[in-house]
């Protein structure tokens, strides 16, 4: 990834933030059946010894599984918000017209090895996890349990996906939030974006 020395984060702990927050992740892997790209829900996941996993599973009907190789090498992309960038909204704009468009965003691309975990033990962990983290931050009031489904078709849908865990050998993150813009335009482009709703965006760029 081209990343200018102004736009690069190396801070673990906003690295892994990123993760945590924009979880659905674009795994990309090479096989002798070419490049493939699949969009799926990760959890990030920290050993003792500072080993750093990605845990995923997906429908036993994806070829992806069976394409891939133990200790293959893999990416891993993590997306924030993004958001056009209109140079008419910056004040030195209005003075000497020397501006282009752009456009923001914040990324973590995850480098790692991946292994194929096809049992139900690791599976039924997986699915457990992620479902009582996202239930209970967006189904607080009537979170679902594994233990709502009855046990026969549980064991159906358990058996129908694969696991996927990739042992992270490096993050690198490109958070490009007009940090080589003057004070004064990057402020302008934040208001702008508030006005437009995209407050997240914003948020992110009046941090320091």
């Given amino acids: 990834m081209y990343n200018p020395s102004h736009f690069k984060v190396d801070d673990p702990t906003a690295l892994h933030a990123l993760i945590q ?4 992740g674009c795994l990309v892997t ?5 490049l493939d790209a699949n969009h799926l829900p990760f959890e990030l996941l920290q050993d003792e010894d500072g080993m750093l996993r990605l845990i995923a599973h997906v429908a036993r009907a994806n070829p992806v599984w069976q394409q891939i190789r133990d200790d293959n090498s893999v990416l891993v992309i993590f997306r924030a918000e993004q958001a056009y960038i209109s140079p008419s909204w910056y004040p030195s704009k209005h003075e000497t017209h020397e501006q282009v468009p752009t456009w923001n965003y914040r990324v973590v691309h995850a480098h790692g090895r991946i292994s194929v975990r096809d049992d139900e033990k690791f599976v039924r962990g997986v699915v457990g996890r992620l479902t009582r983290r996202h239930e209970a931050s967006n189904n607080a009031e009537a979170p679902w349990k594994m233990s709502d489904a009855p046990p026969d078709y549980l064991q159906r849908m358990l058996g129908a996906i694969v696991g996927l865990e990739i042992t992270v050998d490096r993050l690198e993150a490109k958070f490009k939030l ?4 003057q004070q004064r335009d990057r402020l302008g482009a934040v208001q702008a974006l508030e006005q437009r709703g995209q407050l997240d965006l914003a948020r992110s760029m009046r941090r320091p």
């Avoid at 927050?21 to 659905?24: K, T």
């Avoid at 007009?178 to 813009?181: D, I, L, M, V, W």
């Fill in 178 to 181: 007009s940090q080589n813009k």
């Fill in 30 to 34: 090479q096989s002798d059946a070419g």
């Fill in 21 to 24: 927050a924009h979880p659905l």
